[in-house]
């Protein structure tokens, strides 16, 4: 029997052999084993490690001087790519950082800045040898070039980049940097992707302020058919403000001292920018059917919005946004000027005057009376007004005449004691009277605030009056209109916080007369300097 001596291969080979037949994919895995005949486990090659540096910026180095030193300049920035690993590649982003400086407005008669870049090359010798005067052209196609027009020529000569700096005539805002109209980021980076929100700050969400929507309903009955009526007053620190009317009546703005700035004493501003409280108003009009205010604010003293009715009021739609601590100074729940006192039970307002979708106007019920801050059990008694222990003359209530005692009420008239209650009280205002309730010995009077002339303190839409006698003086009827001038009246223990309408205040019936003799008030007792106490009358 023949013998075979065929030669086995070696277990080196044989494993070579079948690697070799073995997909790729197995012996680049390291989940992947192959076990032999022979035994033992083949791992797979180890792969070359990786550095696990990548290449980053430095730190950013100073600004460069500013272009220019008034107007709206450019200054300049530059960082170096730090490079740990030749295989990531360059660092993302740009090396150089641009951002807009030196804002403030240069001085009256001032050249601008285009038109000083072309007028340095007055005089000089540029075509065949001819030299001109030369003038800002602005029909080239690149804004960022300049473009400067010969002066009695027909043609303009391209003198190559603007200088970094120079406003775009484009696009509002931006300015030429390297040849490229870019517009600056409220964090005044040009070029930047930041903007402000609606509270004024950069980059954010609207989460410090809230937004005030409302519109405005009422007809012209209490102005007549021609006059003014206060649509709202819109407070100081306010943002993003936008009114718009459809209608052929007219708006009108009154800063915080009740001056006219738009549309005001029957005449009709042209549209435009208009400088009020510290902001841009921009003022648009169509012919006879739209107009609007749009303000960015914020704005340093309150805004009165007037209407000036020629027609029908179809609603006149107004919003603003305000920090969070003074939306809920002006809308929150109550007004700590209205005070129930011993009775919270008033009639209901008339709901034809403001649809607003936050409340500004409080709800009529509240069944739980308030004493010192803190509810408590209704007494068996009514407690009569608790007095001053201060003997200062103006923090004493003042006592007037009771029923049985009535004589005849004091009139208090005529242009001295208008002009001088308007410089010493707390509150000057125009409102409706809503109802009248007699409580002990004090008649409270509920009224709608409809607009305010002159106020040391803030007042809502609703608000109580409180006459310290039940003797109807002075006389005020439920549904007329009228001028008051009265005082806050704190006690020491300051458990109270109202308004209060003496006998001897100022109290006139609201008539366009009326209107026009307080508005020139305002400058007079301003010029007087701080306002005198006011003395008991």
């Known amino acids: 029997m023949p013998l075979n001596f065929t030669r086995r291969p070696p277990p080196r ?6 690697a070799l037949l073995l997909p790729p994919l197995c012996l680049m895995s390291p989940r992947c084993s192959w076990v032999p005949p022979g035994g033992g486990v083949v791992q797979p ?12 910026w430095g730190t950013w180095g100073g600004w460069s001087t500013c272009s220019r030193t008034c107007g709206g300049g450019a200054s300049m920035r530059t960082r170096v790519c730090i490079t740990r690993n030749l295989v990531a590649g360059p660092c993302p982003g740009d090396t150089r950082q641009y951002k807009i400086c030196s804002t403030q407005e240069c001085p009256t008669g001032s050249l601008e800045f285009r038109e000083l870049q072309c007028a340095a090359f007055n005089d000089r010798p540029l075509v065949a040898g001819n030299s001109y005067k030369w003038t800002t052209f602005h029909g080239a196609s690149n804004p960022c070039e300049l473009s400067c027009l010969a002066l009695g020529q027909n043609f303009y000569y391209n003198f190559g980049r603007v200088l970094d700096g120079t406003s775009c005539d484009t696009e509002p805002g931006a300015v030429c940097v390297n040849g490229r109209c870019l517009r600056p980021g409220c964090d005044l980076i040009l070029g930047s992707s930041q903007r402000e929100d609606a509270c004024m700050v950069c980059g954010g969400q609207n989460t410090t302020c809230l937004r005030h929507r409302s519109v405005y309903r009422s007809g012209h009955q209490g102005a007549g058919l021609f006059g003014y009526n206060e649509v709202a007053m819109i407070p100081a620190g306010a943002t993003r403000i936008r009114v718009n009317d459809n209608s052929k009546n007219y708006l009108a703005l009154q800063n915080g001292r009740s001056q006219f700035i738009i549309n005001g004493d029957w005449k009709i501003s042209i549209p435009g920018a208009y400088s009020i409280a510290g902001t841009k108003v921009l003022y648009r009009r169509s012919t006879d059917t739209w107009e609007s205010f749009e303000a960015p604010g914020p704005t340093r003293e309150d805004l009165h919005v007037m209407v000036l009715f020629t027609d029908t009021n179809p609603g006149i739609e107004y919003e603003y946004w305000l920090p969070r601590d003074r939306y809920a100074l002006y809308h929150g729940e109550r007004s700590p000027l209205r005070q129930p006192y011993h009775s919270a039970t008033f009639p209901p307002v008339s709901t034809t005057t403001t649809v607003t979708t936050t409340t500004t106007t409080r709800p ?13 059990q209704r007494p068996q008694q009514q407690p009569l007004p608790r007095l001053e222990r201060d003997e200062s003359h103006r923090n004493l209530l003042p006592q007037g005449p009771q029923f049985g005692r009535c004589g005849r009420c004091r009139r208090v008239r005529g242009r001295g004691e208008r002009q001088r209650q308007y410089c010493q009280k707390d509150f000057v205002f125009r409102a409706k009277v809503l109802g009248k309730l007699y409580l002990g010995e004090e008649t409270r009077y509920d009224v709608h605030v409809i607009h305010t002339y002159r106020n040391r303190f803030r007042l809502e ?10 003797c109807d003086c002075p006389l005020m ?4 209109q009228y001028v008051l001038m009265a005082r806050r009246h704190v006690n020491y223990e300051r458990t109270l916080n109202r308004i209060l309408l003496e006998e001897a205040s100022y109290v006139q019936p609201y008539r366009p007369r009326e209107d026009r003799l307080l508005r020139p008030l305002e400058e007079i007792c301003s010029n007087h300097g701080p306002r005198l106490p006011s003395t008991r009358s």
């Open 477 to 480: 009827e439920e549904g007329r």
């Open 13 to 18: 080979l044989a494993v070579a052999v079948v």
């Open 364 to 376: 009529p019920p509240v069944t739980t009376p308030v004493w010192g801050g803190w509810p408590a």
């Open 461 to 470: 839409r609703r608000e109580f009056l409180w006459v310290p006698n039940t």
């Open 45 to 56: 090659a180890r792969t070359r490690r990786q550095l696990p540096y990548e290449n980053d």
